[in-house]
């Protein structure tokens, strides 16, 4: 059964950095997606980051520059390094785990993720 466990969240002042992990346990080989989510009080839940088993990553406009989203295969380990952080960024930041697919031109695709850790939260100050 694949479980995710997030780790590395904490209050920050903007302009600060922090590094969230989530380690995948369950998993007998590499060939999923992982990816970060968050979500604000009163708001919907929003897709941060997502990285395929090559390394492909993917950012939502709102933090590209900002954030940097990495996976250690070996360790089934996912990372965000998130800096220049603004209070904007407060949320509960979840990641999550999803089965590759592929499209007709054999480019992964990552969606229908499936499987959810219970989240570290962010906060950052003013």
């Known amino acids: 059964q694949v479980q995710l466990a997030e780790s590395g969240g904490g209050s920050v002042q903007s302009g600060g950095s922090l590094r969230i992990s989530c380690v995948a346990s369950g998993y007998t080989d590499t060939s999923y997606c992982m990816a970060w989510f968050r979500q604000a009080p009163g708001k919907e839940r929003e897709g941060v980051a997502y990285?395929?088993?090559?390394?492909?990553?993917n950012y939502a406009d709102s933090v590209k520059g900002r954030f940097t989203i990495s996976r250690d295969n070996a360790e089934h380990t996912l990372y965000l390094e998130m800096n220049s952080l603004k209070p904007e960024d407060t949320a509960m930041y979840s990641c999550?785990?999803?089965?590759?697919?592929?499209?007709?031109?054999?480019?992964?695709?990552?969606?229908?993720?499936?499987?959810w850790g219970q989240g570290t939260q962010v906060t950052v100050s003013s």
């Open positions: 990285i395929d088993s090559d390394g492909t990553p």
């Open positions: 999550a785990t999803a089965e590759e697919n592929y499209n007709k031109y054999g480019q992964i695709i990552c969606d229908n993720y499936n499987y």
